[in-house]
């Protein structure tokens, strides 16, 4: 904790974030293209047919788009209980990429979904939880922008993300169980070959670093117009 | 590398385009807010 | 009688009185009713399996309604400061305006629910369990809907953004409600669906008064 509130001093944020950045910049674009190379040297699925090099930008955009909701409900909670200054502007700094990856996933997904059942939306249990997700994300970025006062709307927001990831693992298992009342489809059952590994965790790998690395360049933005901001009310930096 | 997706291209491709456009425009977006904050930022300090 | 029963009368005869709010969400979920059919044509066994859900996500519409002004009057003429002052905790005075707004809305929906699964051809067991579904289940639209309109009140048009924050949270009920009443079509046993939406409800009246009464606090600037 103590560790989290010597950051939360937005001299050190940048400078911490300013010196890590170009490694995770360079980690990214590595896995990234080892994953790419990877995935366009496997041989093809015998289920799924060539269908499967799917999988290698669809299960990473659908972990960044869970992983970026639970990294805005940890920045609430934070801002919520422990009254962390630097948490707010993280949170509302991740949400746009959040709902970008769950588009990404929707859209991969029913790109997925027409070789494998014939039409892009069957209302597979995944991809509807994914749907309700890209709303949850909507609602919260609507409600930053809906309320004027800054600190409110970030203490709104706060409440509301917690409710949302409260309520995540619930819609999670209705949608799961209004599935198999309904005897949905599936695209991904069952394992994955050990040969598709590889390329799959260097491209979950080389999402979640896109995303660590966009998030804090938008965080120190976000400082930065800060500062901007005081400056022209004419305060300090 | 195998490129030849048979059949299946017609979505692979479009998958792989739409996910190449989302993470460079996301990247491209960012990139260039900061770099406005940051020009904002120096232009206002000069002034000072 | 104890502060919890005075602001619960207070706001149930407030809504009966303010453009009859208990009027309008009939009038609306009747009218959801009767637009559907008009949409997907007259076909009996067709509008029988849709009961569930058309009537489920018209009574939640209609629940929605009245959400935005739960908070909303109270804040604006300053009754809401006040009554945060008062003896009675936040928590309860949202539970109590939860339990108003139910009374004025989900109650009478879910006894009105009978007569509209009769436009949809729906058959006497399934409409009972639609009848105990919405019984059920209204209760957390009015919770959750409580959680959204304590976060936007501030909001002149906040009733843009609230159906926007709540309906996600509400699909597991619209899920089980509806579902009860799709499982005794088919044959199945409805029963598992209304526990689970029985937990759910119990979950969200219980816990959502304190997550609208810390929004409540925040917007009163404390």
Redesign the interface.
């Known amino acids: 904790m103590q560790f989290l509130f010597r950051y939360a001093n937005p001299h050190n944020f940048m400078r911490l974030s300013g010196a890590v950045l170009p490694f995770f910049a360079l980690a990214t674009v590595l896995c990234l293209a080892a994953g790419l ?1 990877l995935g ?2 496997v041989p093809p699925d015998y289920q799924q ?3 499967i ?2 999988l290698f ?2 299960v990473p ?1 659908d972990v960044v788009a869970e992983a970026a909701y639970g990294a805005i409900a940890l920045c609430s909670l934070l801002s919520l209980v422990w009254r962390h200054p630097l948490s707010d502007t993280a949170a509302r700094a991740a949400a ?2 959040g709902a ?1 990856f769950t ?2 996933g929707l ?2 997904g029913a ?2 979904g ?2 494998m059942w014939g039409t892009y939306w069957v209302w597979d249990a995944r991809l509807t939880s994914f749907l309700l997700l890209l709303f949850l994300y909507l609602g919260y970025m609507a409600l930053w922008n809906a309320i004027e006062d800054e600190t409110r709307a970030a203490r709104a927001a706060a409440i509301l993300a917690l409710v949302g990831v409260v309520n995540i693992p619930i819609i999670k298992f209705s949608v799961d169980w209004w599935s198999t009342l309904h005897q949905g489809e599936s695209i991904i059952s069952g394992k994955i070959a050990p040969v598709y590994l590889w390329p799959l965790l260097l491209m979950m790998t080389g999402y979640m670093l ?1 995303f660590a690395t ?1 998030w804090l ?2 965080i ?2 976000a400082i ?2 800060r ?2 901001r005081n ?2 009310q004419g305060g300090p ?1 | ?9 017609v ?2 491709w ?3 385009g ?2 190449a456009l ?2 460079i425009g ?2 491209v977006w ?2 260039a ?2 770099r406005r ?2 020009a ?2 120096a232009a ?2 000069k002034k ?1 | 009688m104890s502060p919890f029963a005075i602001l619960l009368l207070r706001d149930t005869k407030l809504a009966a009185r303010s453009g009859g709010s208990a009027a309008l969400a009939l009038s609306f979920f009747a009218l959801v009713a009767t637009l559907v059919p008009l949409g997907i044509g007259p076909d009996l066994r067709l509008l029988a399996r849709v009961a569930g859900g058309v009537l489920w996500v018209g009574a939640v519409l209609s629940a929605l309604l009245s959400l935005d002004r739960l908070f909303q009057g109270d804040f604006e003429d300053g009754s809401l400061d006040l009554i945060a002052l008062s003896p009675l905790p936040l928590e309860l005075t949202s539970l109590a305006k939860i339990a108003a707004h139910w009374l004025s809305t989900g109650l009478p929906l879910t006894l009105l629910s009978p007569l509209l699964a009769l436009l949809f051809n729906l058959p006497g067991p399934a409409t009972g369990f639609l009848f105990v579904s919405l019984l059920i289940g209204t209760p957390a639209v009015s919770a959750i809907g409580a959680i959204g309109a304590s976060l936007t009140l501030s909001l002149k048009r906040g009733g843009l953004i609230l159906p926007l924050i709540i309906l996600p949270l509400l699909s597991p009920v619209v899920i089980f409600g509806a579902g009860a009443v799709s499982a005794t079509l088919d044959g199945l046993d409805g029963t598992g669906a209304l526990e689970l939406l029985a937990a759910f409800s119990f979950a969200a009246v219980l816990l959502s008064p304190f997550a609208a009464a810390a929004s409540v606090r925040l917007n009163l600037g404390s």
């Open positions: 190379y366009f040297s047919g060539t269908t090099a799917l930008i669809h955009a746009p990429f970008l588009a990404l859209i991969t790109l997925w027409k070789p896109l966009l360049i938008r120190r933005t930065m117009e500062r901007a400056l022209m930096a | 590398m195998n490129f030849d997706m048979g059949a299946y291209g979505y692979i479009p998958a792989y739409v996910s989302a993470i996301a990247t960012t990139v807010g900061w904050a940051k904002k930022l206002l300090e000072k």
